[in-house]
Nanobody, 123 residues
C-alpha cells in the first residue's frame, strides 16, 4: 500500500512564502512524474507544477517565476516552494504522483493523490 503525506500549508500574508512537502511511503519500486494541483472554492482542480524523473519542470502560467517544484528521489519526496504569494493562490493543494508498484515480474504505474493541504493567503 502506498501513502502520500503532505505538509507545509497554512496562513500567510500576501507577499509571503510557504513550502509544501509530499512524502511517499509504502511498497514503492520507483517514482515517475510528480506534481502539485490546487483547488479553490467553487473552482475546478488545476495543475500547478510537475517534475519528471529527469528533473524537467512545467508550471502553470499563473505561478511561473514565483513557485518552484523540486524532488528528492532518495527521500521519495516532492516539494513546492511558493514565493510572492497572492490571495488568488488560496486553495487546497494536492500532490499527485505516478508510482511504480507491484512484483518485479509485473510492475505497474499507478496514480496517487495526497490528502490535500490548505493554503490561505490574506491580503
Amino acid at each position: 500500500q502506498v501513502q502520500l503525506v503532505e505538509s507545509g500549508g497554512g496562513l500567510v500574508q500576501a507577499g509571503g512564502s510557504l513550502r509544501l512537502s509530499c512524502a511517499a511511503s509504502g511498497r514503492i519500486r520507483g517514482l515517475d512524474v510528480q506534481g502539485w494541483y490546487r483547488q479553490a472554492p467553487g473552482k475546478q482542480r488545476e495543475l500547478v507544477a510537475t517534475v519528471s524523473t529527469g528533473g524537467t519542470t512545467k508550471y502553470a502560467d499563473s505561478v511561473k517565476g514565483r513557485f518552484t517544484i523540486s524532488r528528492d528521489n532518495a527521500e521519495n519526496t516532492v516539494y513546492l516552494q511558493m514565493n510572492s504569494l497572492k490571495p488568488e493562490d488560496t486553495a487546497v493543494y494536492y500532490c499527485n504522483e505516478e508510482i511504480l508498484v507491484g512484483p518485479v515480474e509485473r510492475v505497474l504505474r499507478r496514480e496517487y493523490w495526497g490528502q490535500g493541504t490548505q493554503v490561505t493567503v490574506s491580503s
